[in-house]
């Protein structure tokens, strides 16, 4: 760049009189100097061919939110399938994006005191909702939390087979496929085509003395309730191999917690617990289990213990069991850790403490009430069938076969109409033909849930 | 009152509210918001809602969250942040490889609480992602150029799963070519932890090279471990020491010549931002951290991105979905058949993305360059400075530049006083900067400690953290039992000796802690500071 040098807001001593005071001051005559160890054949002899940049903020605003306005907006959507829409309180968002809080790392306890008891607070009231003892620091997000989970019950057993409902979410099950891959075989658990639920015949027949963890979803990918979980919990155990649930955390208000039926762990993603849809940024994953050695010394992630300081009184937290965690052992820690979800676990802690219990207890019965008065009304419209009749949390698939319409095409034209449908299970679940998951949490109005039910209506 | 002009520190203390558990704050009634209701139409036509849940899945005792009214729930967690010292309100420059910059308010802005981000679902219809599929294909175009590579993902939501995404890349290459017999990954000892448990977590065995005595990589000793059990490398450069390897094409060299691939883990690319690419050294795989290097906020270590770039040659094993143009439309392409699956649900950290492509688009080249040239420039100065404070030693090569960070010691300190770096670490909270990282483990160089400044930081704040270190040796000197002390001005004192491995101590909720019944006995136990 010929001219005059750019003085950048965000790096202060690009000021050139500052710059040749400290060049000076290494003894270092010009720039490249600098770089004396970086031979010359390993250096780009070029300028990096980039876009000529945006200097001011207010143009880099224009810039960005002209790109983005093209992703129009004003939908009204009923996706879920592992990500929902749920209501986020203020105060969250507020926490979130304290500068403290957005910008501290992971440094020791003393500076970042306030941030050590957040993570606290995050899996102590997480263990008032599942009902267990034990959480460590968050995961990527779900499908993480599946995976380590089937990884942590294969260390504790030695066995080195595992048994997963075949209709899995697929961003769950693709995850966990590719972390079990290098020595654990996954075994696929059917589903009973009537109820939508777990065949459980099949499925004892894929219990053995071999299997290490039974894993299942309650409520499940399709959205219905696993009615036999404590009867699948009870194979498990009987063959000596743990009872793996992931549920989805916002039903627990209402729903028993997995570990009231038998789980010994309690996995899944913490989404919907105050965190935006973030086009998929919202995610976290977390797992639970009891105060048992043998559990506690298979987690991956940090844990981290309330301790007391010299100060009578005093609450300090520190790392627990550290060399059990890569930081500590490299290699030889428990798979491998690094940076995951901090913020979004901090967020979790606002709003339970937000919620309370009678706040869970009312968001779960909200979101009961307004998704079964959906499915009801949507399988009124001409061509459209609720596909399986057992309960279900916020989630129920809709049969669209007798309408002699693809759920592309339905979707598609729905979309005309400002209305974003349910995710299409055709391909992945080709069995149910022109099925469609749709999902309404507490955010869905009797408006909303109407307004679907005449557009699909008018487009079948 | 400001710094003391002459000594340039200044009299902090840290906010300090004493604040209890959340758990102790419940006033059995209060509520800390309400839920909407459903329509009385609606609740006509279905009843309760939860009627239909089966007995055995019914909730039968309320869950144990505490009943906190609003002000409150906010007020407690405002106060957990003021007793959180983030980088937007210290000189945060001894997390040393962590890259901690200066993260521009105005992503915040234009991403997170932007609602074509925020309110979009991620499996929702393409055409309404059309600018954010844009985004992120642009910002693959930039870290192309970068990097050299010739392709991305960025579904890897950390540094670490990026490597391990390469590991499983690595795994899916050899197998594509029926070569079953490489068990093995090379990783050197001054390269991040992740960089030899990764690997390991996709089925290697690890093997670790040890430094020489200019704190290299030995080659020697790497060119012994390659054989054809070899799959992959996965090293850094620098590495945690700052010191550039410049033989590092060789290593790749070496690596290629057995059938290996080689990684390189760029999370701090900071000091070679422009100046050097990975393609060009040879490797076939590396990751950016884009919480670090470019300025994505690391929010309490979250929201983070290991962007990982391949070669061509490799890029029909990457995650799906893709991100990619046809004609003007952007779409997610699924369809690879030799793609090693996913490792992270949907497409990634999407607003940390926005937020990288933001900090690209201000600087261009010429910005990129002076992040590159600025940083080293700061940690040379620092260097230079810190050199001269009584008790710290600058291991390795001595009398060469480092680039973005400097493994220091202080052994010499140690030695004469007792004072370990510990100790100074936590007394530098009693003066309002963040503590700094020592080593990964195991500590290579006794009494380490790690800084780097990155070009975030002026002269006015390097000085300001010398001036810090500075008085925490001459306290060494003078009187050992204070520093060993600290910290006194920081939110909390220093923690009892209590054991955290031993699990009479362990208390990670606040339910286990109840239950040991040592809430009690922090209380009876401590003693009191004199």
Redesign the interface.
């Known amino acids: 760049?010929s001219g005059k040098k750019?003085v950048?807001p965000?790096?202060?001593?690009?000021v050139p009189d500052?710059?040749r005071?400290?060049?000076k001051?290494?003894k270092?005559k010009h720039?490249m100097d600098?770089?004396?160890?970086?031979?010359e054949?390993?250096?780009?002899k070029r300028?990096?061919?980039?876009?000529?940049?945006?200097?001011d903020?207010s143009s880099?605003?224009r810039?960005?939110?002209g790109?983005?306005?093209?992703?129009?907006?004003g939908?009204l959507?009923f996706?879920g399938?592992?990500?929902?829409?749920h209501?986020v309180?203020a105060?969250c968002?507020?926490?979130n994006?304290?500068?403290?809080?957005?910008?501290?790392?992971?440094?020791?306890?003393?500076?970042?005191?306030?941030?050590w008891?957040?993570?606290?607070?995050y899996?102590?009231?997480?263990?008032?909702?599942l009902?267990m003892?034990?959480?460590?620091?968050p995961l990527?997000?779900?499908?993480?939390a599946a995976a380590t989970s089937l990884r942590m019950a294969s260390r504790m057993t030695g066995r080195k087979e595992v048994v997963v409902p075949r209709a899995l979410n697929p961003?769950?099950g693709?995850?966990i496929?590719?972390?079990l891959?290098?020595?654990i075989t996954i075994n696929e658990a059917e589903y009973d085509r009537k109820t939508g639920t777990l065949d459980l015949k099949k499925l004892r027949s894929k219990i053995s003395s071999k299997t290490a963890a039974v894993l299942i979803e309650?409520p499940t990918y399709l959205g219905l309730?696993?009615?036999d979980?404590?009867e699948i919990g009870r194979m498990a155990r009987s063959a000596g191999a743990e009872f793996i649930v992931y549920t989805d955390p916002i039903s627990?208000?209402?729903?028993?917690?997995p570990a009231?039926?038998g789980a010994t762990f309690a996995c899944g993603?913490f989404q919907p617990l105050g965190l935006?849809?973030?086009?998929?940024?919202g995610?976290?994953g977390f797992i639970a289990t009891h105060?048992d050695?043998r559990y506690?010394s298979q987690f991956k992630e940090e844990?981290?213990?309330?301790?007391?300081?010299?100060?009578?009184?005093?609450?300090?937290?520190?790392?627990?069991?550290?060399?059990r965690t890569?930081?500590?052992?490299?290699?030889k820690?428990n798979?491998?850790?690094?940076?995951?979800?901090?913020?979004?676990?901090?967020t979790v802690?606002?709003y339970?403490?937000?919620?309370?219990?009678?706040?869970?207890?009312?968001?779960?019965?909200?979101?009961?009430?307004?998704?079964?008065?959906a499915a009801?009304r949507l399988s009124t419209v001409k061509g459209v069938r609720l596909r399986f009749q057992g309960?279900?949390f916020k989630e129920f698939v809709l049969d669209f076969n007798r309408s002699g319409k693809s759920v592309a095409a339905i979707?598609r034209a729905l979309?005309k109409e400002r209305i974003?449908g349910g995710?299409d299970l055709s391909k992945e679940l080709p069995e149910l033909g022109q099925s469609s998951l749709y999902c309404v949490t507490?955010m869905r109005?009797?408006a909303d849930i109407d307004r679907l039910a005449g557009a699909m209506e008018e487009v079948l | 009152m400001g710094r003391n002009p002459k000594t340039l520190l200044r009299k902090f203390h840290e906010a300090k509210w004493d604040e209890q558990i959340i758990l102790e704050m419940s006033v059995p009634g209060e509520r800390g918001i309400l839920v909407r209701e459903a329509e009385p139409e609606v609740r006509r036509e279905v009843g309760s809602g939860v009627s239909a849940i089966p007995p055995g899945l019914r909730r039968r005792s309320k869950p144990g969250l505490p009943e906190v009214n609003q002000a409150r729930v906010l007020r407690h967690f405002l106060h957990l942040s003021q007793e959180t010292l983030g980088t937007d309100v210290n000189i945060d420059i001894g997390e040393g490889t962590c890259t901690m910059k200066y993260s521009p308010k105005v992503h915040e802005q234009i991403s997170n609480r932007n609602p074509a981000i925020r309110d979009v679902h991620p499996l929702q219809p393409t055409e309404t992602m059309q600018g954010t599929l844009e985004i992120v294909y642009k910002l693959e175009q930039l870290l192309k150029e970068v990097s050299g590579m010739d392709r991305f993902t960025f579904q890897p939501s950390g540094g670490a799963q990026g490597v391990y995404t390469s590991a499983a890349m690595i795994r899916a290459y050899h197998e594509s070519r029926g070569d079953t017999q490489r068990t093995e990954a090379i990783t050197t000892m001054f390269s991040h932890p992740c960089d030899a448990a990764a690997p390991a977590t996709a089925g290697y065995k690890i093997i670790t090279i040890m430094p020489d005595k200019d704190g290299y990589a030995d080659i020697e000793a790497f060119k012994g471990a390659l054989s054809k059990r070899t799959a992959g490398i996965f090293i850094t450069n620098p590495e945690d020491t700052g010191i550039y390897n410049p033989l590092i094409d060789e290593f790749v060299k070496a690596a290629h010549e057995v059938g290996a691939l080689c990684h390189t883990d760029q999370a701090n690319a900071n000091g070679i931002l422009g100046i050097a690419r990975a393609r060009d050294a040879g490797f076939d795989l590396s990751q950016f951290n884009l919480h670090k290097t470019f300025s994505v906020p690391h929010q309490s270590t979250g929201g983070s991105v290991g962007a990982l770039g391949c070669t061509a040659e490799l890029a029909e094993f990457l995650p799906v979905p893709q991100v990619k143009l046809a004609g003007e439309k952007y779409y997610l392409d699924y369809n690879a058949p030799r793609s090693i699956g996913k490792v992270r649900s949907f497409i990634g950290n999407v607003p940390s993305l926005v937020k990288a492509y933001a900090w690209i688009m201000q600087l261009g080249d010429e910005g990129l360059r002076q992040v590159a040239i600025c940083s080293v420039l700061n940690n040379n100065y620092l260097m230079q400075k810190l050199q001269q404070i009584p008790g710290v030693v600058v291991r390795y090569a001595p009398g060469r530049r480092r680039l973005e960070q400097v493994r220091y010691s202080w052994e010499k300190l140690y030695e004469d006083t007792g004072v370990g770096t510990e100790d100074v670490r936590r007394r530098m909270a009693d003066f309002g900067v963040q503590s700094y990282s020592t080593s990964h483990l195991p500590w290579i160089v006794p009494q380490p400690f790690t800084i780097e400044p990155t070009e975030s930081f002026s002269k006015d704040d390097l000085d300001e953290y010398v001036a810090i270190l500075t008085q925490i040796s001459k306290e060494a000197y003078e009187n050992p039992e204070f520093v060993k002390g600290a910290p006194y001005n920081s939110v909390v004192h220093r923690n009892s000796s209590a054991s955290m491995d031993d699990p009479v101590n362990i208390a990670v909720t606040w339910r286990q802690f109840v239950k040991k019944g040592l809430d009690k006995r922090v209380r009876r136990s401590a003693t009191k500071r004199s």
């Open positions: 760049m750019i950048f965000y790096i202060p001593n690009s500052v710059k005071q400290m060049l001051a290494v270092a720039e600098l770089y004396e160890e970086i031979p054949r390993l250096r780009v300028r990096l061919r980039l876009p000529k940049p945006i200097l903020e880099l605003r810039h960005v939110e790109i983005l306005q093209r992703n129009g907006s939908y959507s996706l399938a592992g990500c929902a829409e209501f309180p105060v968002d507020e926490i994006g304290r500068g403290e809080f957005l910008t501290a790392y992971g440094a020791a306890s003393y500076a970042d005191h306030g941030k008891q957040a993570y606290f607070e899996c102590s009231l997480m263990g008032e909702l009902d003892d034990i959480l460590s620091l990527y997000d779900g499908g993480q961003e769950v693709l995850v496929k590719n972390y891959k290098p020595d309650n309730l696993e009615a979980a404590a627990l208000g209402v729903l028993s917690p009231k039926y993603d935006h849809l973030n086009t998929g940024g995610q976290g105060d050695m506690i844990l981290y213990g309330i301790t007391p300081t010299i100060e009578p009184g005093e609450y300090g937290f520190d790392d627990v069991l550290y060399n890569a930081y500590g052992s490299r290699e820690g798979e491998y850790t690094g940076t995951a979800n901090g913020l979004w676990a901090i802690a606002v339970l403490s937000l919620m309370g219990p009678k706040g869970m207890q009312d968001t779960g019965r909200t979101i009961m009430q307004m998704s079964q008065y009801k309960p279900f979707n979309l974003i995710k507490e109005t009797q």
